[in-house]
């Protein structure tokens, strides 16, 4: 039980930042706007956590422009898909385990 | 189960929702699929009733008119006209269904055009647009009897193909689309009515399964 817990990764404690990752795992990239929709999150408090995954690349951000306006797009990189992978299959481990 | 387990559950469910809401566009109406039925619907009863009492389209043996062979002046005509038909029923259809969905999307406050979006709309451009290759070419060389049956099959694998970027049970109308228009092939007699079958009646079940299955929720809620 202490194993499993330690595999979950501290930086998915955030409903928002499993969100994302949840949406950049089965898409090639994803903008800002679309996931602002999906999680039904604010821009502020979106941005922020995007901010943190960035940091600690397991995310990749490219900026790009549609018109005048900008259009942000993420994608996620080897790193983060794999400790997404092995957060997941934490949560898999945990369930099992005590079922 | 205990609270850590109950926790790890919710969370992996969330997960599997944003992957299932995020890849597919879960926003067609079905709506769209009934309005595209009743477009197909009275289109055919059009053709029907211009066909029904002339002769245009028969040869003197009573078959429908050979490939390659010339056309008579009336049945020049009447095919520029079931064509115009053809592509006004289609445009029809396609804003309607656009309008259905955008209007369901504005309901539930969604955006409509999605990355998802994007993908079942080039995965539906691609085969639809061999098809329009192949029907342009049947009706250039005059092969009618293929138009219909190719213009089933390929609209079924249309679907099949966009099963993937929108709700599964789309695959089941191709399906379905896929083996009229195989039918089709072996009774061009029938064409008409397997045209109607096809893209009327299927359309307009499906639309109703759809709407009761997934629009009527999203209305109540």
């Keep these: 039980m202490r194993k499993e817990l330690d595999q979950l990764n501290k930086i998915f404690d955030s409903r928002i930042r499993i969100g994302i990752m949840s949406a950049l795992i089965v898409n090639e990239e994803v903008n800002f706007n679309e996931l602002k929709a999906l999680l039904d999150a604010t821009d502020g408090n979106l941005a922020s956590h995007l901010k943190t995954l960035e940091e600690h690349e397991f995310i990749r951000v490219e900026k790009g422009f549609i018109g005048r306006k900008t259009n942000t797009i993420y994608s996620i990189t080897a790193e983060g898909e794999k400790a997404f992978r092995s957060h997941i299959n934490a949560l898999e481990k945990i369930i099992k385990n005590l079922q | 189960m205990n609270e850590r387990q109950q926790e790890s559950l919710e969370v992996l469910t969330e997960i599997r929702s944003i992957m299932h809401k995020s890849s597919r566009f879960l926003s067609l109406s079905g709506w769209s699929g009934i309005w595209a039925g009743i477009t197909a619907l009275v ?13 245009a389209f028969r040869t003197d043996a009573g078959a429908d008119i050979m490939p390659d062979g010339p056309l008579s002046q009336a049945a020049a005509m009447w ?18 269904a656009l309008f259905f969905t955008w209007r369901k999307n504005q309901k539930a406050g969604a955006a409509t055009f999605t990355g998802a979006a994007r993908k079942l709309a080039v995965s539906m451009m691609i085969p639809m647009g061999a098809a329009a290759c192949f029907i342009l070419f ?12 190719a213009s089933l099959v390929f609209y079924g694998l249309t679907l099949i193909n966009s099963s993937k970027y929108t709700f599964t049970d789309i695959r089941y109308l ?13 009774i061009p007699d029938m064409g ?13 079940v499906y639309g109703t399964i759809m709407w009761f299955k997934y629009d009527r929720k999203v209305n109540r809620l």
């Design chain 2, 43 to 55: 289109a055919s009863g059009l053709a029907y009733s211009w066909l029904k009492d002339q002769h």
């Design chain 2, 79 to 96: 095919s520029e006209r079931l064509l115009i038909l053809a592509v006004l029923t289609f445009v029809l259809a396609l804003l309607g």
């Design chain 2, 138 to 149: 049947f009706i250039l060389n005059h092969h009618f009897a293929y138009i219909v049956p």
């Design chain 2, 174 to 186: 191709g399906l379905s689309e896929v083996i009229i228009g195989c039918i089709a092939l072996f």
């Design chain 2, 192 to 204: 008409l009515y397997l045209w109607a079958l096809g893209f009327g009646i299927m359309h307009i």
